[in-house]
């Protein structure tokens, strides 16, 4: 049986049917990335100025190179794309595999560059929001937001979830766990197998609440002389370190380790300060009146010994808004400019005297500082560890929310990672089918050049449409 | 000229297609499971349809018990080792298990029971046969799509057994509870929540790559002569269908991931700042938006909809022509309003949104769009209802449902309309009467429908008829029962019946309390002698919940006759006489019976339009699109749709 | 579809100045994102129009690269189609936040402190 209308057209309507698939599934791409597209607008323009995290402009965040060169790449691929199509109209298999090649290699280049910018995100760059709001930006030192804590005792609760603390504990030996309670007393389970363990006894737990449940409705229950199914059990260890992410904990204090998963570690806490290099304050959710006592400022202190940041940092805000004063007449200063200015602190810190606020390329006007405003692209993502850095020590309970620039820093980087990784995701998908063209279409070539053609064409298409996304996600993710 | 005398199958019709077939059968794995065959695919999605409808309804079942007889262990299931664990030590339903049966109930009932039902399984297996075609464009594709459709399915399926539960905050699954849920599991990848979030990216993809599917199907490979206009209604709906599920899913995949980014990624999508869970400032950034996940979810959520109608639509209108013996009245104009219903579905989303305290100026423009709506809505049941007219009616079993659809669907959708003015949903958002609403939408409505369809083309595949006494035993009870469910809820949702309330409302004393009607009346004694209450005690709102529930068990019986019906008619049903059993119009009875893979074994032509039936002079009865007769046009291959008519693509 | 070698020829150098133009374009958009034209502080003048160079450029995709130029109706049609609801889309936000009573309620709340 033969499908018609896969090689020709058919005549009404002018297509063959890949042709007509491929843009109906672009149409549904139209609305998926239209989606995503809304909730960016949506997000932006809901922020509030003061209560919202603020929207970080993708100059100051971004490595601007990188996507400007990630843009070059895709525009060449598709270039790229065509040229191979029309080689082979011209039914030359040569020409077209090094075209085609060239794609591949774009695709790949785009990908590099993509993974180098999501490490630096993810792992260079960290905020920390104090409790009044005010966020210093900068580098976290390795290993110290976790909560660091000797244990030697767990509790386990059968009917919470599989615990998770095993593997934050520091150390590769494998612990022995003695279990202090219950029918198993004295005997021992290895760290490796603690997961296993827990579904053993979750799976027995649950049958003995199962069968008391089905005694208590029969009335054959006897309190007291029938045995409470055990739901937890305690095991003790020789004291080992574990090094929690703070995320999974639901409380703690100097004894205790509550975990959301239910489990309770016992021991001591050893260190729980977060030390960070700084390189920025922000101060737009401080109202211009509090910035002058914001916490930020007593960390500073304590890690440098003076008050000379402080000073200059605010004598650039004052600037600022003198600035701003003088040009918005009467009052109708945006909200989000009062709020407080976004200081490379770096440069602060370089140049005594406040001058420099950095990047300025409109000679000695200051800028205005707002959201919008991008006096700092320097600081951004460069420089990793420079000279002169500050590191400052924060105890976690002066902290709101700890996070590196992935994801979960703020919906600016949340609609960022989601927009990009997805339509990172139709690169890959994209230069698979056309490696797919690549290594086997000789056949269908010898055999049809006309049906290889068009399927590079259908898979062009679909390169084109994800070439004409990355040429909005540009410019309203790193520039504006 | 005759019909049977000229269509090419004789009566052996059942013998055929094995004669056909003997060039080296396919292993049964590819034949059956791998297949690319649009009929077996159809079949496919049918039977795991109807699985996953049984298997909602049994949910409900289990809800219904919690709100008739809230301090009542649920009987039989209490001793299961799953339910153990949900169930309380009593033996009642809690509050948990409801959220989890009642989230999953509306989910699977949409999206794993009646849009593949309707969409996958009918629209699979008709509308490459009533084209004409041998298949669908992409049949790899469709294979895809159900076993990406499958795959959602089985993820679904298996929340359920997964330590959190299944996902349990409604079928809206609506942000931030959402988001929130279930948090304190070590691995939330592994929470029912999530693996919600995730099988519906699988079904929302299993539904994009179906629709791509249909839609090329129909532009491209209509037989010879099938002109736009000689479409049988069935493929136009499916057309229409096919774009909302194209334009309108791609937003709900988008919330999926943005909520899966939330659980997984910790952002903060739909998370507002200063959110708190439990008492605890929540670990995020903030800055997001619930009221975007309403926006993204129902810009779907209203199209989805008609995704669910427009097919019941198709099915009744391909059985009441066939059975009235007269054509389907006003094609044209109901070609139309599908088209422009398919159009209006995406600008009346906020219709469910009223009370999310949006302002006046955007609530009139959704009440006005929502009022316009009904419109087409009335056309094309209208149109249905006028069909009937001055028709000798043959009620077999699939008449007989299609029948019921009509006013079923009307009462559902009536009930709609006070619910687009933003006042009275004041009073009526979130009650049982919304419930009430579209429950006879899609209940009584579609299912009504998919009954209908399969008593209808049943033949077509196996070659026997359905039992016609098992039929009308199914029906009546069915008709009954649905209508003791719903009607009530209508009531009760006036009185201010909260909906997903889990102990049926006896939390709420001053609404269960209400007189529905007085002891002393008709019904307060038929009431009281049928639940053996003591004569002369009035019947509040609240025991209205003994009538809904009863008739939830009662249809569940109801169902056997239909569950033996099809499985003893396969094999032992009688046999059908000719290829074309219902003496219908349309191409897919051209077919041999059951059609063999590539569908036609002569090119089909289509010479006239879908629905001549009593033709002014004609010998017979109803005169088929495919058998040529004088003075009919045929065609020019490729030509065949002319200008004017091409324009609604 | 071009066939003949002419045809095929002139296509080339249609996608050869269209690659031209969109690099050009790209640097063209950085300098605007980078010295926004239209005073100190970038405003939504300098966002429309980093759209609107956006808009060009993808518009030239898809015009060239990917056919439209010289499609079958029926795509157009779909197109056009798809295109009413990625309005729809993109409005969400007015309908979300358009709300002339919140104005008011805002207006009378800040002329009270
Ligand atoms: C005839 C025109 C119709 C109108 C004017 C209409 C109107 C409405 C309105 C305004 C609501 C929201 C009520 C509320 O939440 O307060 C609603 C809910 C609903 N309607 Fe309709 N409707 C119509 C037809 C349909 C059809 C054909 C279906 C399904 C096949 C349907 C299914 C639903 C569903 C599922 C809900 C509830 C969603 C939920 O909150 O869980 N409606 N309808
Ligand atoms: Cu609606």
């Known amino acids: 049986m033969e499908i018609p209308y896969e090689v020709t057209a058919r005549r009404d309507t002018g297509l063959y049917n890949a042709k007509i698939g491929v843009w109906l599934f672009l149409a549904s791409e139209v609305m998926l990335f239209g989606g995503l597209f809304s909730a960016y607008v949506f997000l932006r323009v809901g922020t509030q100025p003061g209560i919202d995290n603020p929207w970080p402009m993708g100059l100051n965040v971004q490595i601007l190179m990188a996507g400007f060169v990630n843009t070059l790449v895709l525009i060449l691929s598709s270039v790229f794309v065509v040229f191979a199509w029309v080689a082979l109209k011209e039914r030359k298999w040569n020409v ?41 930006g900068g580098k976290i030192l390795e290993g110290t937001d976790k909560i660091r804590f000797d244990a030697d005792s767990v509790v386990v609760d059968f009917s919470g979830s599989a615990p998770g603390f095993m593997n934050q504990v520091e150390s590769d030996e494998n612990i022995e766990f003695k279990i202090e309670t219950g029918e198993n007393a004295g005997k021992t389970v290895k760290l490796s197998e603690l997961r296993s363990w827990y579904h053993k006894e979750h799976v027995r737990m649950m049958r003995e609440v199962a069968d008391m449940r089905m005694k208590q409705r029969k009335g054959e229950w006897v309190d007291g002389t029938d045995k409470n199914p055990e739901t937890k059990a305690t095991l003790s260890a020789k004291p080992f370190r574990i090094n929690a992410n703070p995320r999974k904990i639901a ?67 004052d600037e600022k808004v003198t600035y701003v004063r003088s040009h918005f007449p009467d009052g109708v200063i945006p909200v989000s400019v009062l709020q407080g200015p976004f200081i490379n602190f770096r440069k602060i810190h370089d140049v005594p005297g406040g001058e420099a606020h950095g990047g300025d390329h409109h000679g000695e006007e200051p800028k205005a500082a707002h959201p919008g405003d991008h006096g700092s692209e320097e600081s951004a993502e460069h420089g990793h560890g420079s000279h002169g850095d500050i590191v400052i020590e924060v105890p976690r309970e002066q902290t709101s929310f700890v996070t590196n620039h992935g994801p979960r820093a703020g919906t600016y980087y949340a609609i960022y990672f989601t927009m990009t990784g997805l339509h990172g995701l139709h690169v890959v998908g994209g230069a698979l089918v056309l490696a797919y063209f690549l290594l086997f279409g000789k056949r269908i070539f010898l055999k049809n050049p006309e049906h290889l053609a068009n399927r590079v064409e259908v898979g062009g298409l679909f390169w084109h449409f994800v070439d004409l996304v990355w040429i909005f996600l540009f410019p309203i993710m790193y520039l504006m | 000229m005759s019909a049977a005398s000229s269509t090419h199958q004789g009566a052996d019709a059942s013998g055929h297609a094995h004669d056909e077939h003997d060039h080296h059968d396919p292993p049964f794995w590819k034949k059956y499971i791998f297949s690319t065959d649009h009929k077996v695919i159809g079949l496919q999605y049918g039977f795991t349809a109807l699985v996953f409808m049984a298997f909602g309804f049994f949910l409900m079942m289990v809800m219904r018990w919690s709100i008739a007889y809230p301090d009542r262990a649920v009987p039989f299931l209490a001793d299961l080792p799953w339910f153990q664990s949900w169930l309380d030590a009593d033996g009642k339903v809690t509050g948990e298990l409801y959220n989890m049966f009642g989230a999953m109930h509306g989910t699977i009932m949409i999206f794993l029971g009646i849009v593949p039902l309707a969409f996958g399984a009918f629209g699979n297996y008709v509308t490459p046969l009533q084209i004409g075609a041998p298949d669908m464009a992409f049949p790899r594709l469709n294979m895809a799509s159900f076993w990406s459709y499958f795959i959602g399915g089985v993820l679904m399926f298996t929340s359920f057994f997964l330590p959190s539960g299944s996902a349990k905050v409604g079928w809206t699954n609506y942000s931030p509870l959402a988001t929130t849920t279930d948090l304190q599991f070590s691995d939330i990848f592994w929470t029912g929540q999530t693996q919600w979030l995730l099988a519906m990216v699988f079904l929302i993809s299993s539904s994009l790559l179906g629709a791509v599917n249909f839609i090329t199907t129909i532009i491209n490979l209509r037989a010879k002569g099938m002109t736009w206009m000689r479409m049988p209604f069935f493929v136009w ?43 605890m400032p929540f670990d995020a950034a903030g800055g997001g938006s619930p009221l975007l996940y309403q926006h993204l979810f129902w810009f779907l959520g209203h199209p989805e909809v008609y995704v669910l109608i427009l097919p019941a639509f198709a099915i009744v209108a391909e059985i009441l022509p066939c059975n009235t013996r007269r054509p389907l009245w006003g094609y044209k104009t109901m070609v139309y309003a599908a088209m422009v219903l398919g159009f209006l579905s995406f600008i009346v989303w906020a219709h469910h949104m009223y009370l999310t305290g949006m302002g006046t100026s955007v609530s009139t423009f959704f009440q006005t769009t929502t009022v316009l709506i009904s419109v087409p809505s009335v056309i094309l049941i209208t149109s249905l209802l006028i069909s009937l007219w001055g028709g000798s009616i043959r009620f077999n079993s699939a008449m007989l449902f299609a029948t019921a659809f009509i006013p079923m669907f009307g009462i559902g959708g009536l009930t709609g309309l006070p619910l687009a003015f933003n006042n009275i949903v004041l009073h009526l958002h979130d009650t049982y009467y919304v419930i009430g609403h579209f429950h006879y939408v899609v209940a009584p409505g579609t299912i009504f429908a998919l009954f209908a369809g399969i008593y209808h083309w049943f033949p077509k595949q196996t070659g026997r008829m359905m039992s016609e006494r098992l039929g009308q035993l199914h029906f009546w009870p069915s008709l009954i029962f649905m209508n003791g469910i719903f009607m009530p809820m209508f009531f009760q949702g006036m009185a201010g019946f909260h909906r997903r309330a889990f102990d049926g409302g006896t939390a709420y004393e001053k609404v269960a309390n209400q007189l529905f009607v007085s002891g002393d009346s008709f019904f307060g004694q038929m009431f009281n002698f049928v639940f053996h209450r003591a004569g002369g005690q009035d019947v509040n709102m609240i025991d209205l919940n003994l009538i809904m529930s009863s008739s939830a068990w009662l249809l569940a019986l109801a169902q056997i006759p239909f569950v033996i019906n099809l499985f003893i008619s396969v094999t032992r049903g009688k046999k059908v006489t000719s290829d074309n059993p219902w003496n219908a119009t349309t191409l897919e009875w051209a077919t041999p019976t059951p059609p063999p893979h590539g569908n036609f074994l002569t090119e089909p032509v289509a010479y006239r339009g879908p629905y001549e039936y009593s033709v002014p002079g004609a010998e017979e009865d109803f005169t088929p699109q495919f058998v040529p007769g004088e003075g009919d046009t045929v065609p020019v291959p490729g030509e065949d749709a002319p200008a004017k008519t091409e324009t609604h693509a | 579809m071009a066939t003949t070698p002419e045809e095929l020829a002139s296509h080339k150098k249609a996608y050869t100045a269209i690659g031209i133009a969109l690099l050009v374009l790209t640097c063209v958009t950085v300098a605007f994102g980078f010295w926004h034209p239209f005073g100190p502080v970038m405003t939504w003048r300098d966002i429309t129009l980093g759209l609107l160079i956006a808009i060009v450029k993808s518009s030239m995709v898809a015009l060239i690269f990917m056919h439209l130029n010289h499609e079958r109706g029926l795509i157009y049609k779909i197109l056009l189609f798809t295109f009413c609801f990625f309005l729809g889309l993109m409005l969400l936000i007015f309908f979300a936040h358009a709300d002339p009573i919140r104005e008011a309620f805002d207006a009378i709340r800040n002329s009270l402190g």
């Open chain 1, 96 to 136: 077209f595999r090094n075209w085609m090649i060239g794609v591949l290699a774009c695709s790949a280049l785009f990908m590099v560059i993509k993974a180098y910018e999501y490490n630096s995100k993810l792992t260079q760059h960290h905020d920390i929001k104090l409790l009044d709001n005010s966020i210093l």
């Open chain 1, 251 to 317: 409380g703690r204090d100097e004894e205790t380790l509550n975990f959301r998963d239910r489990t309770v570690i016992k021991g001591k806490l050893v260190d729980d300060t977060i030390k960070m290099e700084v390189h920025s304050l922000n101060l737009q959710m401080v109202p211009l009146q509090d910035q002058e006592n914001v916490m930020a400022w007593k960390l500073i202190h304590a890690a440098t010994g003076g008050d000379e940041i402080k000073e200059n940092v605010l004598a650039v805000r």
């Open chain 2, 237 to 279: 709906a499916m057309l229409v269908t096919g774009f909302l599920l194209l334009l309108a899913f791609p937003p709900l995949e988008v919330a999926a991931i943005m909520q899966l980014m939330d659980r997984m990624a910790g952002t903060s999508f739909f998370v507002p700042t200063g959110l708190h869970v439990g008492g």
